[in-house]
Nanobody, 123 residues
């Protein structure tokens, strides 16, 4: 069993930055590709970014390319999402999720989800 706990959310002004963390328990973390998703009020959950088990491969939604950076530290069982130049439309609950595979070139299946962390960007 793996538990995922997100942190680092909060209230920030437009143009500011936040770094989200997702701490994982369990020995399978380093073997799993990890994703970040977000869900804004009244909208469906959407994919934000993904990183392979090694950290070598990453993938981003077009809406955050060049703005967000996903990374991981397997020694700390943690995946990060660095968010820069934040905009009001980035306001959402951000979730991390663990895939059932370590690579990004397969159809993802998510085994575990965190509880989410709120990010609010004021204009």
């Amino acid at each position: 069993q793996v538990q995922l706990v997100e942190s680092g959310g909060g209230l920030v002004q437009a143009g500011g930055s936040l770094r989200l963390s997702c701490a994982a328990s369990g020995r399978t973390f380093s073997a799993s590709a990890m994703d970040w998703f977000r869900q804004a009020p009244g909208k469906e959950r959407e994919f934000v970014a993904a990183i392979s088990w090694s950290g070598i491969s990453t993938h981003y939604a077009d809406s955050v390319k060049g703005q967000f950076t996903i990374s991981r530290d397997n020694a700390k069982n943690t995946v990060y999402l660095q968010m820069n130049s934040l905009k009001p439309e980035d306001t959402a609950v951000y979730y991390c999720a663990a895939r059932n595979t370590g690579v990004l070139n397969t159809t993802p299946k998510y085994m575990y989800w965190g509880q989410g962390t709120q990010v609010t960007v004021s204009s």
